[in-house]
């Protein structure tokens, strides 16, 4: 069975402009997460989302938005993006208590 | 702030060792999860401990729980170069993943 997916791989982009990051969980979850990890820390939760529905949402700015699609696969925007939104991005899904991780979205801000 | 604390920030050992880390964290939780991260790529589950468990194996690895001095450690028995890795415990508040909590990791250096 694949994994979670995440597309792209890699990301460069410029202050001010906005993101579009994507997600296909493993078949059959219905939870998707989303995390940032900033280089040499852990990562931090974004948001959560289960049946199309937020359930849960970390301390970030309203600046990222994220929705959860009829197939379950998910999408996670961020406007306006700044030199500290440089990060990587991870995606999990999960159906209960273990959540799996995609190999993440290296976004570059310059 | 985070939930979870891993101790030590950086380990080294030779191959063959056996590397521990420790982990700790501040509220109650429903589960405790290991994850392993190899040069900043996706995280890797190695093993769910639930808050109602003491102790876990998985191959070469061992998870002990002890919920009222509110810590962890992962054991990693004779380990390998391959084991070089960040290590990070993660904490859940309920059984779906919501209130997920990452500590800052572990890295482990397993030296040829």
């Known amino acids: 069975d694949a994994g979670v997916t995440q597309s792209p791989t890699h990301l460069i982009k410029t202050r001010g402009q906005q993101v579009t990051l994507r997600c296909s969980p493993i078949?059959?979850?219905?939870?998707v997460s989303w995390y940032q990890q900033v280089l040499g820390q852990g990562p931090q939760f974004i948001f959560q989302?289960?049946?199309?529905?937020?359930?849960g949402r970390g301390n970030f700015p309203d600046r990222f938005s994220a929705r959860q699609f009829p197939n379950y696969s998910s999408e996670l925007n961020v406007n306006a993006l700044l030199l500290g939104d440089s990060a990587l991005y991870l995606c999990?899904?999960?159906?209960?208590?273990?959540?799996?991780f995609g190999p993440g979205t290296r976004l570059t801000v310059l | 702030s985070q939930q979870g604390e891993e101790d030590p920030q950086a380990l080294s050992i030779q191959e063959g060792e056996n590397a521990t880390m420790n982990c700790s964290y501040k509220?109650?939780?429903?589960?405790l999860q290991w994850y392993r991260q190899n040069s900043g790529r996706g995280l890797v589950h190695l093993i769910l401990?639930?808050?109602?468990?003491r102790e876990k194996h998985s191959g070469r690895l061992r998870v002990t729980l002890d919920t009222s001095k509110k810590s962890s450690s992962l054991l990693i028995t004779a380990s390998r170069a391959a084991d070089t890795a960040s290590y990070f415990c993660?904490?859940?508040?309920?059984?779906?993943?919501?209130?997920?909590?990452f500590g800052p990791g572990t890295r482990l250096s397993v030296l040829p």
């Open positions: 989302y289960y049946e199309k529905e937020e359930r």
């Open positions: 509220t109650s939780i429903n589960n």
């Open positions: 993660a904490t859940g508040t309920d059984n779906y993943g919501q209130n997920f909590v």
């Open positions: 401990i639930r808050s109602n468990e």
């Open positions: 999990a899904s999960s159906t209960y208590n273990e959540q799996f």
């Open positions: 078949s059959g979850h219905k939870s």
